[in-house]
């Protein structure tokens, strides 16, 4: 029910299209308009006498028709408040009005002459139709097209179905028929009896397969429009139902009864939702629904419909959900309704789309209290009373345990943190702890709704309820109270950033500050739901149950936020770029002043804030600019009120002239100085006269009553006074006119009142309370409140159990699988030692990395011997301990204990069992220390080719402690350690150059044989680049020229090209080498990795079996120098990097 | 085992505090009135194991005196044993000789104390002698754990299910279901980090929780933010053992250098099994070069 009114008999309603607005016309004649969403009487319309039984809004004109028993039809103006004109000409009283929705005409229905007739004329078959401006040609052609015979009695009502051929009809015999009609005929459908009085009217559902009728026997009842069942009923203890009408575009239903009208809908609109990070839980249409804020994506998640298994989907079979809960990492809903007087639904979303939801049903409303434990407020009938327990379940919707009410009339609950519940009872709201069963807070709130938590650290929580939000801590400690006298609270949010609670009303987007300070942010045409906030924008569902977005001004409670952060700098920005309203200073005026000044802002505004926060100088010196009369006098006003600035009054007087107040104001300073300096000004005879007067100068009172030719009242003040002279001089010139004294009365002289202050400004205690201090007032009752609950808390644990003597101690009523109570040593067996992971480990791996990290080295290095012919470790000591130290992680578990220490497993996933040592060398690690090693080299220097080399070389000593997972990564490997071979071997021979420079002959062949090692293009360019130039210095034309060839091949960079050309040029001309070297290009080579010297195609050679790298035969049994790790021509099995290669 | 029925609980958030790791936290909020005198000694005994778990052993040692319960005694005895090497001994033949004394063997905290210094001594036997039996959430929990030292989890399997039947959401029982967790492995680790999860939004942050949460990202595989976890944990502590040598570990996973934690730890607590580890794997490493040889 949304809205009730209390009149006379209602008799006939309209609701108006767009606005919420209905009119209601009485049996008085009277006609209302209500807005119901602000529950408030607009208007009302006297004019008919007598019942007016049809009333209808135009639907676009600020126009409604009204026809009554009176046989009148008035057509009214609303915003005018005028009849516009009155129709006569009917005979009888008017039932129903309607303007046409195109044409301007009116329908109307008179009252059937002879209800017992058993005829049915729905309103649209024009018994009677009248033009309004102008006259239709053919306003008769109304026809009957079918007579609809069946009910016993007279016919109340009868409606249309919306889209079907369809009759609704509703007469004095009780009964409600539902009739169909085709092009020819109309013949009843079915009967549906239950009314036990008059049927007033009925009517389909415009958006439900219902029909809802009303009726005299003081009931709503709805049907099922399809099964023809009762559905619902709804009673009134004493009025008699008379009208129904739908609202035209929302669910809204109205009925007019004998005492006023009720304007209701048939379900809940109320979404219920879940927020979850970025997503939003919804139930709509039988689905559950999830939305994700930054995406804007809308998806089907699964169907919630409970129902039994012939039912239509239709929304009398289950009610709404009312509240939704999540649990998002174990991906659980619950959905409460209030089917069968609250129950839930459990529901887990299954992983895969294809999977059914699982689900579990129970009675009560739930709420998850834990990532796999809920709550259920159960509702059990124990033998006599209804017994009300908490229920906490776990995810297969078994009863973990059950634990007692803190108060025993809770009938909501809601979630308050992990293991904690807001327990909703009768006119407070309770935390209840439901691990330590203690409840921790408590605040008297009106029947709370809805709880909604700030997420950011669930510090804060709003506590909504109809017309009510209450704002609280933790631990219920009251922040403040809102009410919304006039509209319902629909639901809000938390703006997590700013701890700013938005929420909607009825009509308004509203803000709460946790100070209690509230404003209006936007106003609204349909009401919305709000879900979350973020920044400027306000993501809500609206009554269909759409997700909206809505960009709105933060910038009220921004600013005032930022006060109340005491964050001036955002306050001096918003000011300055102008965001604020005048709206949002208010409150604030000496802020706002501050900031005012310092602009080239207006004048008046300036004086205007300065007053309101009383700053005086501000004021004056605003005031001066300004020099307006009217200015000066407020200033005045406000430095009197003020009080201590009688200087200023005084200054703000003196401007105005205003000689009167000044005089006074000396006064009452006691300025007898200034006064009597003003005296004579001689500012009109009544201001010297009061002066006088104040002054206590009798002399000059007299002086001026002469002057002003008063005599006899100067002589009566100067003999009064005792000044006898001047008296009788007076009398003199006064003569036989000398007024008599009165007689019996003693006369006093008059002095001016001594002041307490004597000039200057009052002392003025000068409290300097900001605005800033209040909040911080509160955080501190905070703290003392919280100390207070702490000490309740303790003092109402008051028995507890000794240690294991405890009767209800559930311990000893647990059987033990082990004996409890003989602690022998015979009675238990230590078990055996199990195998470790690393044991399992070093059994099942040929990978000498996983034999490392196992801490079996020496099985790793046997292995790394015989796959690769490994015999120097030295290199490969730290990278084994690091493989051993990082395959385990370290548990602290209970107190003083030993760590508890665990295998770390390589390649997890959620779905796998144990799997093999984590590894701390990662293939990805190599390949970035090679583009280091590229870098280098390409740089150039010494030192650069040393940090190559020494990059390459890691390289090299960690491939065979690399695990990898697939063959082509394996690949992968073993082109790498051919890759940083040739570097090393090139690298180590450029060095080896530039340190040989007193042998120009050696210089030139490793220049050249460098240029034979498989490098990056940039890089051979280089090396093509260097040997060309140290032959052609050498006068090795020929040599030189072939270089500078093959350079012009690479695609070298223009300075390379340049020089290569040249050379060419230059060579070209005597392609002779002036010394013999040992490099002969035609002939395929390889280098000796140790000796540096080419080996022909044909020469014996030698080879590492790790590292490739080739070596004359004399090497042979060495350490290898390019990767210093295996034994030169030692046998061996090859690379084993991956258990791809083992299977 | 008190506070077990239904009324409320006053030492419930001591003893969660206490299981946490928020050992200072435990002492500053051990002032509780009303206590009966077996809370008082309960209360009592979890503020002297806080005062031990955060080193202060000799304070430990001088403030129980002669006249102070058995329990006290008990975890006395504990503050001598971590107190120096040179200790040991002589506290072992104490705990032996108070076990075997009939009218103080069976006492609960009395045999907890043995079962952790008989771990500490990698006895496993002869702690479960004393331990096996249970009788608090305490000592089924260091079962718990004993087994999963022993590698075991069969056999803390039942340990923990006891505890379940006992109170499924007692914070030592969901504590153990994430040790066992994590020792079985594989998908159960997402379970663990769950249930630390719910600890950490429930209670502070304790150096305890956000090792045991980067123990489980690294079980997942996910350093990263196990490496941030850790961070926060040294920022917390920065002498935790386990947090430095966790550190370690995970440094070495990223990519980055490990050196600085390890020495820091070494010097910290040289008896860290991660030091000893080292130590003996470099040994390893020098025996199996030779047998190569």
Redesign the interface.
Known sequence: MNFETSSNQVRGLSFHPKRPWILSSLHTGVIQLWDYRMATLIDTFEEHDGPVRGVHFHHSQPLFVSGGDDYKIKVWNYKTHKCLFTLLGHLDYIRTVQFHHECPWITVRVWDIAPLRKNNTPPADEDDIMGLTQMNSDPFDATVKYVLEGHDRGVNWAAFHPTLPLIVSGADDRKVKLWRTNETKAWEVDTLRGHSSNVSSVMFHAKHDLIVSNSEDKSIRVWDATKRTEIKTFRRENDRFWILAAHPETNLLAAGHDSGLIVFKLERERPAFALSGDSLLYAKDGFLRRYEYSTQKDSQVIPIQRRTPDSSPSLNQSPPPRTLSYSP?ENAVLISSDLDGGSYELYIIPKDRSEDAKRGTGGGSAVFI??N?FAVLDKSTGQEEVVVVLV?KNLKNEV??KI?LPIPTTDAIFYA???TLLCRCEDKVVTFD?????VLGEVHTPSVRHVVWWSNDMESVALLSKHTIILASKKLALLCTLHETTTRVKRGAWDDDNGVFIYTTSNHVKYCLPNGDSGIIRTLDVPIYVTKVSGDKIFCLDRDGKNREITVNASEYMFKLALMGKRFDHVARMIKSSRISGQAMKGFPEVALHFVEEEEGDERVRFNLAIESGNMSVAVASATNINEEDYWYRLGVEALRRGGNSGIVEFAYQQTRNFERLSFLYLITGNLEKLSKLMKLKKGVMGQFHNALYMGDVKERVKILENAGLLPLAYITASVHGLEDIAERLSIALGDDVPSLPQGKTHSLLMPPIPVVCGGDWPLLRVMKGIFEGGLESANEEDDVEEGDWGD????????????E?E????EG?E?????D??K?SA?M??S?????SQIWSQESLLAAEQAAA?S??T???LL?RQLGI?N?APL?SM???L???S?????????????????????S??????PP?L?Y?LS?QEEKLKSGYKATTSGKDENLTEAVRLFRSILHTIPLLVVESRTEVEEVKELVTIVKEYILGLKMELKRRETRDDPVRQQELAAYFTHCNLQPPHLRLALFSAMGVCYRARNLATAYNFAKRLLETNPTESQAKTARQIVQAAGRNMTDATELNYDFRNPFVICGSTYVPIYRGQKDVSCPYCTARFVPSQEGNICAICDLAVIGAEASGLLCSPSQVR | ??????????L??LRNT??L?A?QTAINNSE?????P??AV?RDCLVF??Y??LGSYQLVISEIDEAAATPLQAVKL?AMY?SSPDNKESTISSVKEWLADSTIG?N?ILRLIAG?IF??E?D??EA???T????TM?LH??NV?I???????D?AE?QL??MQ?????HTLTQ?ATA?LN??V???K??EAY?IF??FS??YPMT??VL??K??CC????NFDEAESLLLEALNKDAKD??TL??L??CS??V?KS?SRY?SQLKLSHPE???VK??SS??D??E???Q??A
């Not at chain 1, 992680?889 to 390649?907: I, Q």
């Open positions: 990492t834990a990532r434990r906490v973990v345990k007692p943190g992990t293991g439901l691990t330590q069963r203690l808390a303790l003092a109402e644990e008051e028995e507890e159990d000794g240690e294991e405890g209800g101690s559930g311990w647990l033990l699988p082990l004996q409890l003989t602690p040593v238990f230590t078990p030692q199990g195998m470790a992971v801490g080295f020496d790793a290095m046997r011997n015999k470790f000591k084994l301990l690091d051993l130290i990082g385990q992680s370290y548990l602290p578990a209970f107190s003083s204990s030993p760590v508890v220490p665990l295998a770390v497993e390589r390649g997890w959620e779905s796998s069992s144990r799997g984590a701390v990662e690690q | 085992m008190a506070g077990m029925g239904s009324g409320p609980d006053h419930f958030n206490f299981y790791g050992y509780i009135p009303n206590l009966s077996e809370d309960e194991r806080s031990i778990a504990l971590l069976n609960a952790t771990m500490h990698e496993y036997n479960l002698k004393h096996h039996a249970g009788g305490d929990a260091l754990q087994f999963i030292k022993m590698h075991r989890s056999y039942k299910r006891v039947q006992y109170d499924e959401d504590l040790w994590l020792a492995g594989g998908s680790i997402q769950l999860q719910d939004e429930r150096c305890l090792n045991s980067a123990v690294m079980q997942m595989g053992p386990e040598a966790n370690v570990v070495l996973h990519g490990s390890l860290h099994v991660l580890r080292v794997a470099e390893n490493f025996r199996a070069l047998s190569i």
